[in-house]
């Protein structure tokens, strides 16, 4: 799958891929939608992020996964615990995560 570059959104991308940001927040890409001088409003920006494949939805409203230039394509690298990730980047609540085996 090729993904394009707006020239527009370039310099967010270049800081979301040069701080291997995995999960990214409306708050987040705000900051650097606005570090990089872009009046588009954040919410078109992510708009355009996700339909072009750099940013996949998580389960959770306001937080996705950032799918670097290196994956080369729209694939998750979240893999099971992507949604609990999400929900503890993304607010306040703790929680914790526990497997079982048969003995």
Same mark, same amino acid.
């Given at each position: 799958? @090729?993904?394009? +570059?707006?020239? &527009?959104?370039?310099? =967010?991308?270049? !800081?979301?891929?040069?701080? !291997?940001?995995?999960?990214? /927040? #409306?708050?987040?890409?705000?900051?650097?939608?606005?570090? %990089?001088? +872009? *009046? @588009?409003? /954040?919410?078109t920006v992510a708009t355009r992020l996700r339909e072009r $494949?750099?940013?996949?939805? #998580?389960? !959770?409203? $306001? =937080?996705?996964?950032?799918?670097? %230039?290196?994956?080369? $394509?729209?694939?998750?690298?979240?893999?099971? @615990? *992507?949604?609990?990730? &999400? +929900?503890? =980047?993304?607010?306040? +609540? %703790?929680? $914790?995560?526990?497997? !079982? %085996?048969?003995?």
């Amino acid at each position: 799958m @090729t993904r394009t +570059i707006p020239h &527009s959104l370039a310099p =967010v991308l270049e !800081q979301l891929e040069l701080y !291997q940001a995995d999960l990214v /927040t #409306t708050a987040r890409l705000e900051e650097l939608v606005r570090a %990089a001088g +872009i *009046r @588009t409003a /954040t919410r078109t920006v992510a708009t355009r992020l996700r339909e072009r $494949g750099w940013l996949l939805a #998580t389960g !959770q409203r $306001g =937080v996705w996964e950032f799918v670097p %230039a290196a994956v080369a $394509g729209a694939y998750s690298r979240g893999g099971h @615990t *992507r949604l609990l990730r &999400s +929900i503890l =980047v993304h607010s306040d +609540i %703790a929680c $914790g995560l526990t497997f !079982q %085996a048969a003995a």
